[in-house]
């Protein structure tokens, strides 16, 4: 089956002139039935035809989330092509990588930037050969290259999509990678359609295609792509942001039901609420804790399936009205199922989200893995975990506590890479997922952490830093932080503050400054953090505890490889940058 049929066939049949996508165009938002939706997918995929790509040959894509990005894909995966993602924020080295690599003969940008790599890249006698462009203000030399509207304007809108076998690529997703070069994961339209069975069986919705889903984390990120690509599966309606940063004036103008978004969103919203609790009145603190005890108790009774007595319903009603409904309208208003993956969430997150009666489903997956390999189920899941496995998935723990897996989703193996592919797979045919993890007696999966991340102090004492990077960062003043301990007597801390709040809380202090580097070195702010610190860590044992830290005076930025576009730190590369600093601490 292929994916794209999967996808377009059933629902431009069944749902013609429902809305399928929507995307901001000048100051409104437009929709595109899906009759029309399909109808541009199969003139771009004979636009593609006839320029040459044909079964089996590569196509590239290079731009932020869009309609055309997700129409590109499809339109390729139509005619038995296989989609190339390269993330909108690699630099033109990267890019580079990624299409010789692949050996991409076609390309869709979407910027100035994207466009400019792309066309040097065709100038160097790649593979490359044709440069397409989403956005007519960008600026284009026209030799190898086409806006989008050019390309598809005389094609046909019908198609007779290629048929493909479960087994048959239809993707490589080059992994951003917290340590060493990308490596290209190949999945299949078998890995696509049977994941998204399994979350259908999982998950049991009711009346799925009248969902709003909105596209917030990159699509070349395979937790965003194979979620977009399920909402569009089951008929559901999938709505594309383009800059990230608009995610808060988006949320309240588009009202979306569903969302995928990564641990650092959730503590965010977790962070703002708890830190505007603080900062109001005696009164109001009150109340809002109040509102929060009568969330937590009528939550987990809910969550274990038990009735809520009536006067605690007529609380839970008073407290939403009063405290929670105020954070929910911010998010939209209607939003109540939202995938949460990339890395470990601390349960104080969840449990906050559950008594505003946000679920937050908690998952864990990889690249590799066609994302989803275990997730919250609606009922009995466990705070802290990252719920169970999905039907087809199996997973044991093998040595070293590892999680081993199995199952639909697992990938045909590493492009180019046999070695690398057989490092990760036992002989048995496991996949390794690199991550430490256990089971509960209730067959809750828990991450205990990166298995390369656990450090080893001087004194013999394991630190597993993903664990108490996530209390830190739950706080509003702390924005990054990655932790130092290897091969060390005691815990150190690279900390990003978060600079909206600390620049605030310098201005309520009268605490002058002319720029952060300055801000950052001042003693009254050093001490705020140490006070911070210590009261951040009471629950901590004495070695995991920071003993010294530095606080830098900008955020660690996608574009100089310092964090992943999903926003993971990439630790050995700032290890590395900041050697100097890290030794002063010692």
Not at 290 to 303: D, F, I, M, N
């Amino acid at each position: 089956m292929n994916l794209a049929e999967a996808i377009i066939s059933k629902n431009a049949e069944k749902h013609a002139f429902k809305s399928a996508v929507g995307f901001k165009k000048k100051e409104g938002w437009k929709e595109l039935s899906w009759k029309k939706f399909s109808e541009i997918i199969f003139k771009t995929a004979n636009a593609l035809k006839d320029s040459g790509v044909g079964e089996n040959d590569k196509v590239a894509i290079y731009a932020d989330n869009s309609a055309e990005w997700l129409i590109f894909d499809l339109a390729a995966l139509s005619i038995g092509a296989i989609t190339i993602p390269i993330y909108s924020t690699n630099n033109a080295e990267q890019a580079e990588y990624i299409i010789n690599d692949s050996q991409a003969k076609i390309i869709l940008v979407g910027n100035q930037a994207q466009y400019d790599a792309a066309f040097e890249i065709i100038q160097k006698k790649s593979s490359l050969q044709t440069v397409i462009v989403t956005k007519k203000a960008v600026w284009v030399k026209k030799e190898n290259t086409f806006y989008l509207e050019d390309f598809i304007a005389k094609t046909s809108p019908k198609l007779e999509i290629v048929k493909k076998e479960y087994d048959d690529l239809a993707t490589i997703i080059y992994t951003s990678g917290t340590t060493g070069s990308p490596k290209g994961v190949m999945l299949t339209h078998g890995n696509f359609v049977k994941s998204f069975d399994a979350h259908l069986e999982y998950f049991k919705f009711k009346n799925f295609e009248n969902e709003l889903s909105l596209a917030f984390l990159p699509l070349t990120h395979v937790f965003e792509r194979c979620w977009s690509l399920f909402c569009l599966y089951g008929g559901a309606k999938v709505y594309f942001l383009e800059d990230p940063k608009d995610i808060a004036a988006t949320l309240e103008e588009v009202k979306p039901t569903m969302m995928c978004a990564v641990p650092r969103f959730f503590q965010k919203v977790y962070a703002g609420v708890l830190e505007k609790a603080k900062e109001s009145s005696s009164l109001k603190k009150k109340i809002f804790d109040w509102a929060l005890e009568v969330g937590k108790q009528t939550s987990e009774l809910r969550r274990v399936e038990k009735s809520v007595p009536f006067g605690l319903m007529v609380k839970n009603s008073i407290a939403d009205t009063l405290v929670f409904n105020k954070v929910k309208q911010k998010m939209g208003g209607r939003l109540w199922f939202m995938p949460c993956g990339g890395a470990s969430v601390s349960p104080d997150v969840t449990q906050l989200f559950e008594a505003m009666g946000l679920h937050v489903t908690v998952g864990y997956g990889l690249t590799e893995t066609t994302a989803t390999l275990t997730a919250f189920p609606f009922n009995y899941f466990e705070h802290g975990s990252c719920g169970k496995p999905l039907p087809g998935v199996e997973i044991r723990i093998g040595e070293n506590d590892e999680i081993l897996a199995k199952g639909n989703g697992i990938m045909k193996g590493y492009y180019n890479k046999p070695e690398e592919t057989e490092k990760v797979f036992t002989q048995d045919g496991w996949f390794k997922t690199g991550d430490a993890g256990k089971f509960d007696e209730n067959g809750n999966l828990f991450i205990t952490d990166r298995i390369k991340d656990l450090m080893k102090t001087s004194n013999g004492k394991y630190i597993a830093p993903q664990q108490i990077e996530n209390i830190l960062t739950n706080n509003n003043f702390i924005g990054q932080i990655v932790l130092v301990a290897e091969g060390r007597q005691f815990v150190a801390a690279l900390i990003v503050p978060n600079f909206e709040f600390l620049d605030d809380y310098a201005k309520k202090n009268n605490i002058a400054f002319a720029h952060r580097e300055e801000l950052v070195q001042k003693k009254e702010i050093i001490d705020f953090y140490k006070d911070k610190l210590k009261e951040l860590q009471h629950e901590l044992s004495d070695f995991e505890k920071v003993k010294k830290f530095t606080l830098m005076p900008a955020e660690f930025e996608i574009s100089s490889g310092e964090i992943t576009p999903t926003l993971k730190v990439k630790r050995n590369v700032v290890l590395k940058k900041y050697a100097d600093l890290i030794e002063k601490m010692y």
